[in-house]
């Protein structure tokens, strides 16, 4: 659905309001010896309620201000009963993108909300309350604060900075895929979930490699890294907005460099 400036100036407003409603939802836990859940049968996928209760906040904001707007968050999945009056326009919300680092109580974490027009987010934030950073992003602009982001050159690998969460989020065959790039790069750095792509933005990271995100992980992180200048894909090149394999880069040259390579690594 086409969004009109106007139309796009109010939601950008609200995506502030719903980034401080989670804030307020979320800080009283952080640092507060708060435990978790554990949403997965194999492995550690904790949930906190923390999590739980700023996306619950962050629905209900949406539910009274665009009843009919979809909304696709983490903890909760899509509002099917939202999406039937043909305005196209989903909210897609993480409330905690960093669960694992907000128990540590480290601050590489963030709240991610993304306004999607039914063909890509066209408008993205990254809320870090904590240090008091917000990121956000259009098509033809970010910033942080009043600080406008622009992603730095880098040509080649040997001279990039590069990040990925975990070395654990790969199946065996990207994981060699991974080691056969990171390991030919300046600095290689794990940590950072959806802070590591903001730094990118911020002209401070070159590449972040990764691999099995949803759409919550990383829609709103399009519009932020493309407004400061960056490129964000799949590994393959294909959109990336419905998750899986993730290759964003401040220089599009570095990011042909990799997207060849990790497509020329064996497959098995």
Known sequence: MPIDATEFDEYLQFANELADAAAGAIL?????????????????????????????VM????????????????????????????????????????????LLGLPLWGTLIALNDGTRPVLGLMNQPFTRERFVGTAHCAW?????????????????????????????????AFDAVAGRARLL???GDCYAYCMLASGLVDAVIEA???????QALVPIIEGAGGV????????????????????????????DELRAQPRG
């Open 59 to 102: 629905r209900a904001l949406i539910r009274a201000r665009y009843p009919h707007h979809c909304i696709l968050g983490e903890e909760e999945g899509k509002e099917e009963s939202q999406c039937g009056r043909g305005e196209g326009l989903t909210w897609v919300l993480d409330p905690i993108d960093g669960t694992r680092a907000f």
């Open 212 to 218: 099995g995100l949803q759409p919550w992980d990383v």
């Open 232 to 259: 964000i894909t799949a590994w393959d090149g294909g959109d990336v907005q419905h998750g899986g394999t993730v290759l964003a880069c401040g220089d599009r040259r570095l990011h042909a460099q990799l997207m």
């Open 189 to 191: 750095r794990y940590g």
């Open 28 to 56: 009283p836990h952080f640092r507060a010896g708060s435990g978790a859940e554990n949403k997965s049968a194999h492995g550690f996928d904790p949930v906190t309620a923390a999590d739980r209760g700023a996306e619950r």
């Open 144 to 176: 942080n604060g009043g600080h406008v982001l622009h992603t730095r050159p880098c040509a080649q690998l040997a001279d990039a900075h590069v990040m990925c969460t975990s070395p654990d989020i790969f199946d065996p065959i990207q994981r060699a």
